[in-house]
C-alpha cells in the first residue's frame, strides 16, 4: 500500500505545473528511465505490483475466474504504465512552452 500511496503522489507532482524540476532530479541512465522518462515511485509501485501479480499466477492451485481475473490486472498496468507516460509527456511540454514564454 505504501508504493502505491507515493504513486499517487507522484501522480499529483506530473499533474502539476513543476514536473520538470521534478524529472531532472533524477539520473538520465537508461537503467533509470522509461521511453525517456523518470521512473519515479509510480513505476515502483507498478513494477512491485507487476512481480507480486506474476508471484500469485504461479500458485498451484489457483481458481479459473481468480487467474482469468489476476491476469486481466496484469494487462491493465501496461495501459496505466501507458497512460503515466502520456501524463508526463504533456506535463514536460507544458514546462518547456512556460520556459519559453
Not at 501522480?11 to 537503467?31: F, N, P, R
Not at 513494477?47 to 481468480?66: A, W
Amino acid at each position: 500500500m505504501q508504493n502505491f500511496d507515493d504513486a499517487f503522489l507522484a501522480l499529483k507532482v506530473v499533474e502539476g505545473t513543476g514536473y520538470k524540476i521534478a524529472e531532472q532530479t533524477y539520473s538520465h541512465k537508461s537503467d533509470c528511465r522509461f521511453k525517456g522518462f523518470p521512473k519515479d515511485a509510480y513505476y515502483v509501485a507498478f513494477g512491485s505490483h507487476r512481480t507480486r501479480l506474476q508471484n500469485i499466477l504461479k500458485t498451484p492451485g489457483l481458481d479459473l475466474i481468480e487467474k482469468t481475473l489476476l491476469k486481466q490486472r496484469y494487462a491493465n498496468l501496461s495501459a496505466g504504465q501507458e497512460g503515466y507516460v502520456e501524463l508526463q509527456k504533456k506535463a514536460l511540454q507544458k514546462s518547456n512552452e512556460q520556459i519559453a514564454k
